[in-house]
């Protein structure tokens, strides 16, 4: 049986559309989640959200506690993750505006806990990290999003930085050498943590801005938040049609 959660990122505080009936304040083995997880329905599909900055708090992407959140979501019953990450676009099709969902990522972070694997089971824990977003709900994502002329583009490597400073022009054309498309700060170790804990994880980026250097205009987080309104809408139409399909198959509540 498959019980759905998405994470929100910067400019997505409330999930468009769900019908809230409950909320958790969780206790974990690693601390307290970013904040209490929201319990409700969309299209009839159960579905469970998280502000992963913890709004109305603004916790930043190298403090959040990612290991409590994920622990939280898997302990309510949580099977599948849509992340949603505001990112800057790197490559020229990376434009701001532009919806992604990224099919690999490059992990450039460094000091955040990264894994719950403690050494006290008396096995080591390597996941199979070589595709970090599952395949079966990155599917469906993308099925939706062509069924719904939602425009996106469906191929891009999403480099992780550390932040909360933004990049350097420099370290962009390193990324863009390194293969990335987007640069974000939030995708890890989340996708990472999600994996160990046997959860599905897909990710919906949002462009919005050009990356250090590839753009005319400085970064502002006004110019950002005016391109995240808009963005912010898009992927709950996105998150939307996601939920109606799988409730109209019966997916939500099946294997």
């Not at 603004?58 to 949603?84: E, F």
Request: proline fraction near 5%; charge should be negative.
């Amino acid at each position: 049986m498959r019980h759905f959660a998405v994470i929100g990122g910067t400019g997505l505080n409330q999930l468009q559309g769900l019908e809230c009936v409950d909320s958790h304040t969780i206790e974990t083995p690693y601390g307290e989640p970013s904040r209490a997880i929201d319990e409700g329905h969309i299209h009839g599909s159960p579905v469970y959200f998280l502000q992963r900055h913890g709004a109305p708090r603004a916790i930043p992407p190298h403090a959040i506690n990612y290991r409590a959140n994920c622990w939280a979501l898997k302990s309510l019953g949580v099977t599948d993750i849509v992340a949603i990450n505001a990112v800057g676009g790197i490559t020229p099709a990376m434009q701001k505006g532009a919806l992604v969902i990224p099919g690999q990522l490059i992990d450039y972070t460094w000091g955040r806990e990264h894994t719950v694997d403690d050494g006290g089971s008396g096995e080591l824990l390597h996941i199979d990290f070589t595709e970090p977003y599952d395949r079966r709900l990155r599917g469906e994502l993308l099925s939706v999003a062509a069924a719904n002329n939602v425009d996106h583009r469906g191929s891009a490597v999403h480099g992780v930085t550390q932040g909360p400073r933004l990049e350097s022009a420099a370290e962009i054309l390193k990324l863009e050498k390194d293969g990335c498309d987007v640069v974000g700060m939030t995708g890890m170790p989340e996708a990472a943590l999600a994996k160990e804990l046997g959860m599905a994880y897909a990710a919906v980026c949002m462009v919005v801005n050009p990356a250090a250097g590839k753009g005319d205009l400085p970064i502002t987080l006004e110019r950002m938040r005016e391109t995240l309104q808009r963005e912010a809408a898009v992927v709950g139409s996105l998150l939307g049609y996601l939920f109606k399909s799988l409730s109209k198959s019966c997916g939500a509540g099946s294997d």
